[in-house]
């Protein structure tokens, strides 16, 4: 049974109140038996009211001392214990978060127990992790920027060097390099500026009722030619007349983007293939294909802003690594959910509300 700290707290007190309670009353009979003994040295079984009402009041007088003094003791006591359970791991989680601050996000904080404390000390170490992937991812990021921006401009000035050298001639096959890596740097900047605006509080979908089948097939022409020029088959399966209420064109892009990046990963004689299940309120649609697939230990973060696995996501497949981002991003915003599975080939799932 898990006892939180006010739980705790207050039975602590209760120790305390009941701890003098029973101190008074264990003083009380204590100082009333001394003086009756008192009371019957000095008149043996006379009455005297005198003398029983003095010795009554002095009785009641000690206790009441013994009582006060040893409440404060015990008080102390209680106060230095409560002090030193409390304050011990707050110093800890105040250094903790010092270090933080400082940069050190390898500090961790020993959290036993399972009361509000040591949640926050979880918390704390959540944090900490979660400070440090982004710390990767922020590196990586920035390395990933510069190589997607220096290849494209190397080969860029390489080509319109030459030609001004007029060790090239400006053939058509060299202009249309030249443009490809043009538009390699359009692309890159037009996804960084994507991000930066779906981040915004501003952003807002434009929705209405769609015929989803409308929208795969006008998703599956844009895709269709660099299909058929790497040679990697592309099925839709047959599947009901849907609507749905979403912004046309983000769901577009939503499917272009998984389309285009399953693309990159399948191999020539390859496969994908789209399907769709109508799921009461809502509707599944799944994009599997026939790629290498990702490993385990990079499937939490293929959804992370310039993220990609070190063996099958990589710079040679093209891509800034954003494209997932934005998918991510963009179904959410329509109330839906993505997820990736991958054993044989990838599986990207979405689920999107009908209304």
């Given at each position: 049974m898990k006892f939180g700290l006010r739980y705790r707290l207050s039975l602590v007190l209760l120790s305390a109140v009941v701890g003098t309670l029973l101190l008074a009353g264990i003083s009380l009979m204590a100082e009333t038996h001394y003086h009756f003994h008192l009371y019957q040295?000095?008149?043996?079984?006379?009455?005297?009211?005198?003398?029983?009402t003095f010795h009554l009041e002095q009785a009641l007088l000690q206790s009441m001392m013994w009582t006060l003094l040893g409440a404060f003791v015990l008080a102390a006591v209680i106060s230095l214990y409560l002090a030193k359970r409390l304050s011990a791991p707050l110093i800890e989680m105040k250094q903790a978060a010092e270090k933080i601050t400082r940069g050190d996000l390898s500090v961790r904080i020993h959290v036993p127990g399972s009361d509000e404390l040591s949640e926050l000390g979880r918390a704390l170490n959540h944090l900490a992790e979660q400070l440090q992937q982004q710390e990767r991812l922020r590196?990586?990021?920035?390395?990933?920027?510069?190589?997607?921006?220096?290849?494209?401009?190397?080969?860029?000035?390489?080509?319109?060097?030459?030609?001004?050298?007029?060790?090239w001639e400006p053939t058509p096959a060299r202009l249309r390099s030249c443009y490809e890596e043009t538009e390699r740097l359009i692309t890159l900047v037009a996804d960084l500026e994507q991000l930066t605006e779906m981040d915004s509080p501003h952003f807002r979908l434009h929705r209405k009722p769609e015929n989803l089948a409308a929208?795969?097939?006008?998703?599956?022409?844009?895709?269709?030619?660099?299909?058929?020029?790497?040679?990697?088959?592309?099925?839709?399966?047959?599947?009901?007349?849907?609507?749905?209420?979403?912004?046309?064109?983000?769901?577009?892009?939503?499917?272009?983007?998984?389309?285009?990046?399953?693309?990159?990963?399948?191999?020539?004689?390859?496969k994908v293939e789209i399907r769709v299940e109508d799921e009461n309120g809502s509707v599944l649609i799944t994009?599997?294909?026939?790629?290498?697939?990702i490993a385990p230990e990079d499937l939490p973060y293929v959804f992370e802003r310039f993220y990609r696995a070190d063996k099958s996501r990589n710079r040679k497949s093209g891509g800034g690594g954003i494209g997932l981002t934005i998918v991510k991003k963009l179904?959410?915003?329509?109330?839906?959910?993505?997820?990736?599975?991958?054993?044989?080939?990838?599986?990207?799932?979405?689920?999107?509300?009908?209304?």
């Open positions: 040295e000095q008149y043996g079984m006379d009455h005297n009211l005198q003398g029983l590196v990586t990021m920035t390395q990933d920027i510069a190589h997607d921006l220096r290849t494209p401009l190397a080969t860029l000035k390489s080509h319109m060097q030459a030609m001004l050298d007029q060790i929208l795969i097939e006008q998703s599956v022409r844009i895709v269709s030619a660099a299909f058929l020029e790497k040679g990697v088959r592309l099925a839709v399966q047959p599947h009901p007349a849907l609507c749905l209420n979403v912004d046309r064109d983000r769901l577009i892009q939503i499917l272009v983007n998984v389309l285009s990046n399953s693309l990159k990963f399948t191999p020539e004689g390859g994009v599997q294909d026939t790629g290498p697939g179904v959410e915003a329509h109330g839906g959910k993505v997820w990736i599975e991958s054993d044989n080939g990838t599986i990207v799932s979405i689920r999107l509300p009908k209304e």
